[in-house]
């Protein structure tokens, strides 16, 4: 998804979070603030984090912010993919305090989430860094919000892997059972000459199978660390024009000792669909 359409897509998004935190509808008031705040009221306001993160989703807010509520005054310190320490000044927003509070909290989720996908991201990559592999997210994303989340793995260092069903030919456990076991799921591969495809094996036996048949993309799925080693070996041994994915079961605990195989890639559905959420808080000042 390009630039323009990401930030549409991200607009869109905080305008319908926006739209329910008012009750459906727009133009409706924060009955709270309509009614202990004065409308005249001006504030400034300070946007920081409570604890170490990599932020974004800055680019986003800042489009938001400018294009929805022109008269407030928006000042950022960072650019996405920011290294923060804790209780820095992400950005100071100034103007009409019933617009401010009206918009807070659609704000700091957006931003929260985010963030939270791109520091869970950078602290796999930092474990993965000078290891030659290279961590990959997933599919396993929130419904409306795949591009944006995938960007948000994108600005903590992971590559995109597919962003739908029709980027590659990846197949999967359901597709091998659907199709009667794996060595005939291969000949189909081979009758319907099928060259670029990825292809799940969940042990040594069926990676040897795969690679007889051709097969250049192999995620080994969900195994044990020493059938990784073996197959990894095997591939060093006889010098193979073989991709391996590791996929299945990584987690922060124990990235560690699956970075020392040296894999082509890693592969982590945590990255998006188990999230901690970062705390970023906004005051007025």
Same mark, same amino acid.
């Given at each position: 998804m390009? %630039?323009?359409? @990401?930030?549409?897509?991200?607009?869109?998004t @905080?305008?319908?979070d926006?739209? +329910?935190?008012l009750?459906?509808?727009? #133009?409706?008031?924060d009955?709270?603030?309509?009614?202990?705040?004065?409308?005249?009221?001006?504030v400034k306001?300070?946007?920081s984090?409570?604890e170490d993160?990599t932020?974004?989703?800055?680019? *986003?807010?800042?489009h938001f912010?400018?294009?929805?509520?022109?008269?407030l005054?928006?000042s950022?310190h960072? /650019?996405d993919? +920011?290294?923060?320490k804790?209780n820095?000044?992400?950005c100071?927003?100034?103007?009409?305090?019933e617009?401010?509070l009206?918009?807070? /909290?659609t704000v700091? !989720?957006?931003?929260?989430h &985010?963030s939270?996908?791109?520091t869970?991201?950078? %602290?796999?990559v930092e474990?993965?860094?000078?290891t030659g592999?290279?961590l990959?997210?997933?599919?396993?994303?929130?419904p409306g919000?795949?591009a &944006?989340q995938?960007?948000?793995?994108k600005?903590?260092?992971?590559?995109?892997? /597919? $962003?739908?069903?029709n980027? =590659?030919?990846?197949?999967k456990d359901?597709?091998i059972?659907? !199709?009667?076991? *794996?060595?005939?799921?291969?000949?189909k591969?081979k009758?319907n000459?099928l060259?670029?495809?990825?292809?799940e094996c969940? !042990? *040594?036996?069926?990676v @040897?199978l795969v690679?007889?048949?051709?097969?250049?993309y192999?995620l080994l799925? !969900? $195994?044990k660390v020493?059938?990784?080693s073996?197959?990894?070996?095997y591939? #060093?041994?006889n010098? @193979? =024009?073989?991709?391996?994915?590791i996929?299945?079961g990584?987690n922060?605990?124990?990235i560690?000792?699956?970075s020392k195989l040296?894999a082509?890639?890693?592969?982590i559905?945590k990255?998006?669909n188990?999230?901690?959420s970062v705390?970023?808080g906004?005051?007025?000042?």
């Open positions: 390009h %630039k323009k359409e @990401l930030s549409m897509l991200a607009y869109q @905080l305008l319908l926006l739209k +329910d935190d009750g459906g509808k727009l #133009n409706s008031k009955v709270t603030t309509s009614k202990l705040i004065p409308k005249k009221l001006f306001t300070v946007i984090n409570r993160i932020i974004c989703g800055l680019n *986003f807010i800042s912010i400018k294009n929805k509520f022109p008269n005054e928006l950022m960072f /650019r993919g +920011d290294f923060l804790k820095s000044t992400v100071f927003l100034n103007g009409s305090c617009t401010i009206k918009i807070e /909290r700091l !989720n957006f931003m929260q &985010l939270s996908i791109s869970q991201t950078k %602290k796999f474990i993965l860094k000078n592999t290279i990959l997210d997933t599919r396993k994303t929130m919000l795949r &944006l995938k960007y948000a793995t600005i903590g260092g992971a590559q995109n892997h /597919r $962003m739908n069903l980027d =590659d030919i990846l197949i359901n597709h059972i659907s !199709n009667g076991g *794996f060595e005939k799921t291969l000949k591969i009758f000459r060259k670029n495809f990825k292809i969940e !042990n *040594f036996d069926d @040897l690679i007889k048949y051709g097969g250049k192999i799925d !969900n $195994m020493d059938e990784i073996k197959c990894i070996f591939k #060093n041994k010098k @193979l =024009d073989v991709k391996f994915e996929t299945g990584v922060i605990e124990n560690k000792k699956y040296k082509d890639f890693i592969s559905g990255l998006t188990s999230l901690n705390d970023i906004l005051d007025i000042i």
